[in-house]
């Protein structure tokens, strides 16, 4: 498999490093203290290829904890709130757009 | 039901302790997720977009009232308390912890339950007719044959690691329920001119991103010969299959690039080298499979019980019951489908609740044996024709009496971008709306058999190539967009639906469908023509006219 270090990288606008973890696959997000958080809020925001690609080779290296870490593009509000940047981080982000069955 | 021997029983626990080995030392980091990824995949562990997925199998579709009592504990235990029934009679848990998994396989073996075959580059579980063994007019029980095909393949060494994986449908009906000419090998039982039972052997079928339909390999093949048969195929495949693009990898495009002849002619060598080797099998072997499957002890009852006629005063009852109740093979008996189609409800879905309480109705009421079909629905293979009346009670009490089988509202659908990493675009809240839009059952039934496919990605895990509407999401400049195709179907004549058109956006989506299908009404010669007749009848143009003019 292509380690994600090895990859094109290419930054469109404000991103984030984001990844599941690996015990329980919950979504993860690299932060500025070389730590992991499931709140979006607290990810780290890089906005250069050379930011991005430290801050992945950082995540990377943290096999242990976590899996499948890539790069992807978040939007900031005018006041500094994070948000995804396209569905599918949404969705990772906020849960399934669709009510879990549940038992009656 | 088939009882797992000794062999089988170790096979499996042996492979949980594998397991929990292989997860202890992922977690501790000795093992790298490189390493661990195909080990995981081996036990049905796929990593989603917000958790770990789960799938285990169900060959051939059949589960005790046990097994599927334990499937809920599972997801009670472990997940979020449900599970998704897949176009594959697999069952998924979307939410499982990694550290937990080794205990759910642990809890799984102990009802003869576990996950492999269910992913990776090897020959997947078995599917069949889930009407195998009560379908009236059926040339004889092809789970036999799945199962002697499960035990074949099962850790087959030569077939772990094909060029990519690889699926067997069977069926031993006329009327194809299990869509064996979409899958790499399909196998249909029959009877020659001389009255002798054999298998038709079709090859190199497949959805995905290039659809094919399957070719007849072998007109008519002795059942001694199925596992050599299909080993020459599995050998033929892997010695030329393509392994430098994962695109152009299954046996379909095989097939498709050499020719069916030249593939046949192939698999003809490679057969004739194998002469009568350990995989012919005599009469003692296949007796032996068949004698541990266990049958119910049929009672004599009569076609038109006193329950039924007293009951058929509840239009309630009839309109379910000229819907999801079929004929048996044995006379006072039904065959019954449990909609796991509510209206607004998420395709295939079943809470913990109501896998139990349908464990309990399957022992009640169906000697304790449920069947999964590959369009996401359960089946109560066995009930007394005079106990509809109460089991369907008892079914509409817990959401799993919608009347909608083979209806517009029987929607097939992947899980979708709501949980699948693949995905380009949602599936489920599509088929939510649609259902929404034709929950009026007199519609649906003025409609008749409509069969709805959608697929959140090209690798059509919702079948939307042989939908009779397959719906598509792809992905435009970041958002979901659907193509639309009409007239395929899964069936004994299976065919690729065709694209009506430009794809359209999320929103635009149902309102299209209706469209359709008020097209398909209006044209319609006859109101028995179904919509798929009436396409092959009339082409794509009129419904694309329908659908484009005003948009």
Same mark, same amino acid.
């Given at each position: 498999?292509?380690?994600?270090?090895?990859?094109?990288?290419?930054?469109?606008?404000?991103?984030?490093?984001?990844?599941?973890?690996?015990?329980?696959?919950?979504?993860?997000?690299?932060?500025?203290?070389?730590?992991?958080?499931?709140?979006?809020?607290?990810?780290?925001?890089?906005?250069?290829?050379?930011?991005?690609?430290?801050?992945?080779?950082?995540?990377?290296?943290?096999?242990?904890?976590?899996?499948?870490?890539?790069?992807?593009?978040?939007?900031?509000?005018?006041?500094?709130?994070?948000?995804?940047?396209?569905?599918?981080?949404?969705?990772?982000?906020?849960?399934?757009?669709?009510?879990?069955?549940?038992?009656? | 039901?088939?009882?797992?021997?000794?062999?089988?029983? $170790?096979?499996? =626990?042996?492979?949980? &302790?594998?397991?929990? @080995? /292989?997860?202890?030392?992922?977690?501790? !980091? #000795?093992?790298?997720?490189?390493?661990?990824?195909?080990?995981?995949?081996?036990?049905?562990?796929?990593?989603?977009?917000?958790?770990?997925?789960?799938?285990?199998?169900?060959?051939?579709?059949?589960?005790?009232?046990?097994?599927?009592?334990?499937?809920?504990?599972?997801?009670?235990?472990?997940?979020?308390?449900?599970?998704?029934?897949?176009?594959?009679?697999?069952?998924?848990?979307?939410?499982?912890?990694?550290?937990?998994?080794?205990?759910?396989?642990?809890?799984?073996?102990?009802?003869?339950?576990?996950?492999?075959? $269910?992913?990776? =580059?090897?020959?997947? &579980?078995?599917?069949? @007719? /889930?009407?195998?063994?009560?379908?009236? !007019? #059926?040339?004889?029980?092809?789970?036999?044959?799945?199962?002697?095909?499960?035990?074949?393949?099962?850790?087959?060494?030569?077939?772990?690691?094909?060029?990519?994986?690889?699926?067997?449908?069977?069926?031993?009906?006329?009327?194809?329920?299990?869509?064996?000419?979409?899958?790499?090998?399909?196998?249909?039982?029959?009877?020659?001119?001389?009255?002798?039972?054999?298998?038709?052997?079709?090859?190199?079928?497949?959805?995905?991103?290039?659809?094919?339909?399957?070719?007849?390999?072998?007109?008519?093949?002795?059942?001694?010969?199925?596992?050599?048969?299909?080993?020459?195929?599995?050998?033929?495949?892997?010695?030329?299959?393509?392994?430098?693009?994962?695109?152009?990898?299954?046996?379909?495009?095989?097939?498709?690039?050499?020719?069916?002849?030249?593939?046949?002619?192939?698999?003809?060598?490679?057969?004739?080298?194998?002469?009568?080797?350990?995989?012919?099998?005599?009469?003692?072997?296949?007796?032996?499979?068949?004698?541990?499957?266990?049958?119910?002890?049929?009672?004599?009852?009569?076609?038109?019980?006193?329950?039924?006629?007293?009951?058929?005063?509840?239009?309630?009852?009839?309109?379910?019951?000229?819907?999801?109740?079929?004929?048996?093979?044995?006379?006072?008996?039904?065959?019954?489908?449990?909609?796991?189609?509510?209206?607004?409800?998420?395709?295939?879905?079943?809470?913990?609740?109501?896998?139990?309480?349908?464990?309990?109705?399957?022992?009640?009421?169906?000697?304790?044996?449920?069947?999964?079909?590959?369009?996401?629905?359960?089946?109560?293979?066995?009930?007394?024709?005079?106990?509809?009346?109460?089991?369907?009670?008892?079914?509409?009490?817990?959401?799993?009496?919608?009347?909608?089988?083979?209806?517009?509202?029987?929607?097939?659908?992947?899980?979708?971008?709501?949980?699948?990493?693949?995905?380009?675009?949602?599936?489920?809240?599509?088929?939510?709306?649609?259902?929404?839009?034709?929950?009026?059952?007199?519609?649906?039934?003025?409609?008749?058999?409509?069969?709805?496919?959608?697929?959140?990605?090209?690798?059509?895990?919702?079948?939307?190539?042989?939908?009779?509407?397959?719906?598509?999401?792809?992905?435009?400049?970041?958002?979901?967009?659907?193509?639309?195709?009409?007239?395929?179907?899964?069936?004994?004549?299976?065919?690729?639906?065709?694209?009506?058109?430009?794809?359209?956006?999320?929103?635009?989506?149902?309102?299209?469908?209706?469209?359709?299908?008020?097209?398909?009404?209006?044209?319609?010669?006859?109101?028995?023509?179904?919509?798929?007749?009436?396409?092959?009848?009339?082409?794509?143009?009129?419904?694309?006219?329908?659908?484009?003019?005003?948009?």
């Amino acid at each position: 498999m292509t380690s994600p270090l090895q990859q094109k990288i290419k930054i469109t606008g404000p991103s984030m490093i984001t990844a599941n973890r690996t015990w329980d696959g919950v979504v993860i997000y690299r932060t500025a203290h070389k730590g992991w958080s499931t709140e979006l809020s607290e990810a780290a925001i890089v906005t250069t290829v050379d930011e991005a690609r430290a801050l992945l080779a950082e995540a990377v290296a943290d096999d242990v904890g976590a899996v499948g870490a890539y790069i992807a593009r978040v939007e900031l509000a005018d006041n500094g709130e994070i948000e995804p940047g396209n569905l599918r981080e949404h969705i990772r982000s906020e849960g399934v757009t669709i009510d879990l069955p549940v038992s009656a | 039901m088939y009882a797992y021997d000794e062999i089988d029983r $170790t096979l499996i =626990n042996e492979r949980v &302790s594998e397991f929990r @080995d /292989q997860v202890k030392r992922r977690l501790s !980091g #000795e093992l790298t997720e490189d390493e661990f990824k195909s080990l995981r995949l081996m036990n049905g562990v796929y990593l989603q977009l917000h958790a770990y997925m789960f799938r285990v199998a169900i060959p051939y579709g059949t589960l005790s009232a046990e097994q599927l009592r334990r499937m809920a504990h599972i997801a009670r235990r472990y997940d979020r308390g449900y599970g998704h029934f897949t176009t594959r009679q697999n069952i998924q848990y979307n939410w499982i912890k990694l550290a937990e998994l080794p205990d759910a396989l642990a809890d799984l073996a102990e009802v003869g339950i576990h996950a492999m075959q $269910t992913s990776g =580059n090897c020959t997947r &579980s078995i599917t069949a @007719d /889930q009407w195998a063994g009560v379908a009236p !007019g #059926e040339v004889e029980d092809p789970r036999i044959w799945a199962e002697l095909l499960r035990q074949y393949s099962t850790l087959h060494p030569e077939f772990s690691f094909l060029p990519r994986k690889f699926k067997f449908a069977i069926t031993a009906s006329e009327h194809d329920r299990a869509a064996i000419k979409v899958h790499d090998i399909g196998l249909r039982l029959h009877k020659n001119a001389q009255g002798e039972t054999g298998f038709e052997v079709l090859v190199g079928g497949g959805l995905g991103r290039t659809p094919f339909i399957g070719k007849t390999i072998k007109e008519f093949l002795p059942g001694r010969d199925l596992l050599s048969y299909v080993e020459a195929i599995l050998r033929v495949y892997n010695q030329y299959g393509r392994r430098d693009n994962i695109y152009k990898a299954r046996i379909k495009i095989l097939v498709h690039e050499l020719g069916i002849e030249k593939f046949a002619k192939e698999v003809e060598e490679e057969w004739s080298q194998m002469g009568d080797s350990a995989l012919t099998l005599d009469d003692a072997m296949v007796e032996d499979i068949r004698s541990r499957f266990t049958y119910p002890a049929y009672e004599k009852l009569p076609h038109m019980p006193e329950e039924l006629k007293k009951a058929a005063h509840d239009p309630q009852f009839e309109e379910w019951r000229r819907n999801s109740v079929a004929a048996h093979k044995v006379p006072g008996y039904a065959i019954v489908t449990l909609s796991l189609k509510p209206i607004g409800g998420p395709p295939g879905d079943a809470t913990a609740d109501q896998m139990d309480a349908i464990a309990d109705l399957a022992d009640k009421y169906s000697f304790g044996e449920i069947r999964v079909g590959h369009e996401q629905n359960l089946v109560l293979p066995n009930v007394a024709r005079r106990d509809l009346p109460a089991l369907w009670r008892a079914l509409d009490k817990i959401g799993v009496a919608t009347p909608n089988i083979n209806l517009v509202t029987d929607i097939i659908a992947c899980p979708g971008l709501d949980y699948c990493s693949l995905a380009n675009a949602r599936s489920i809240p599509i088929a939510q709306e649609l259902t929404r839009r034709f929950a009026n059952h007199d519609t649906a039934n003025l409609i008749g058999r409509l069969h709805v496919n959608i697929s959140g990605c090209i690798n059509a895990c919702g079948h939307h190539h042989v939908g009779h509407i397959g719906i598509l999401g792809v992905e435009k400049n970041g958002e979901e967009f659907y193509q639309i195709t009409i007239g395929g179907r899964a069936d004994e004549n299976a065919v690729v639906g065709t694209l009506i058109g430009p794809s359209v956006p999320y929103d635009d989506v149902a309102n299209i469908i209706e469209d359709i299908v008020e097209a398909y009404l209006a044209l319609r010669s006859r109101p028995d023509e179904l919509f798929v007749d009436t396409v092959k009848r009339l082409g794509v143009e009129p419904f694309k006219e329908r659908v484009y003019a005003t948009r």
